[in-house]
């Protein structure tokens, strides 16, 4: 079974802080997906990130960066210079690497990220 | 340019009324999925389909039921709500099968009186 633990339930940061949010995960598969997606108020969630298991180079893209261990089955979000934008629930989700079926996303609890003028 | 669009936005039923939601989508992608968000709360996934090929989850009540009439259009039919059923129902799409990235509609929001 697949398992996502977003341990930090809520965190209020003041704009131009830098904020990380922890993902850790648990899966017997070796083939594997891992996301990330936003929830801003208006309710839909945005895809931001996908990585898959064989590729643990870190990612940057604007102010987002991620870092993924397979050695620590984490995959941490860190928002650079924070924005009153940012605020927003965040997922961290994980798929197995079904062949021939769907993917079924496991999501994270979610984090609820407040960013302050 | 809302690529799937959830229908109403919000609505509001009494205890037992038949509810239903629809989801359309303009990419022409194989697979709509239901998900229900309670408050605070992951979204958890009710069923898909794969074209016409329907999904459900072991743990999704008998209440809950959907349909797919062609690619575009996916229905969510809750035939006695009750009040444990009062959440945000999320629609997604994704092209096909592994891992593939899922678009979200914006979500119907069931209130249950």
């Known amino acids: 079974a697949q398992k996502v633990t977003q341990a930090q339930t809520e965190i209020s940061v003041v704009e131009k802080e830098d904020v990380t949010l922890d993902c850790v995960y648990e899966t017997r598969d070796t083939t594997y997906y891992l996301f990330w997606y936003k929830q801003p108020p208006s309710g839909e969630l945005v895809f931001l990130i996908r990585?898959?298991?064989?590729?643990?180079q870190n990612e940057i893209s604007g102010r987002y960066s991620w870092n993924f261990q397979k050695s620590t089955s984490s995959f941490n979000f860190t928002i650079t210079a924070s924005q009153v934008v940012d605020s927003a629930v965040y997922f961290c989700a994980l798929s197995e690497a079904v062949t021939g079926a769907n993917s079924k996303l496991t999501f994270g609890k979610g984090i609820t990220l407040s960013v302050r003028p | 340019d809302a690529m799937v669009i959830q229908n109403p936005r919000y609505q509001v039923t009494q205890f037992g009324k038949p509810v239903t939601l629809s989801c359309s989508q303009t990419?022409?992608?194989?697979?709509m999925y239901w998900y229900q968000q309670k408050s605070s709360q992951a979204p958890k996934l009710l069923f898909h389909?794969?074209?016409?090929?329907?999904?459900n989850e072991a743990d999704t009540p008998d209440n809950f039921q959907s349909r797919r009439p062609n690619t575009s259009f996916c229905f969510l039919d809750i035939r006695s709500p009750g009040l444990g059923d009062a959440a945000m129902y999320l629609c997604?799409?994704?092209?096909?099968?592994?891992?593939?990235?899922?678009?979200f509609g914006a979500g119907s929001r069931l209130t249950v009186l």
């Open positions: 990419l022409n992608h194989n697979v």
């Open positions: 997604a799409t994704s092209r096909s099968s592994g891992a593939n990235v899922l678009t």
């Open positions: 389909y794969y074209d016409k090929d329907f999904n």
């Open positions: 990585r898959n298991s064989f590729d643990e």
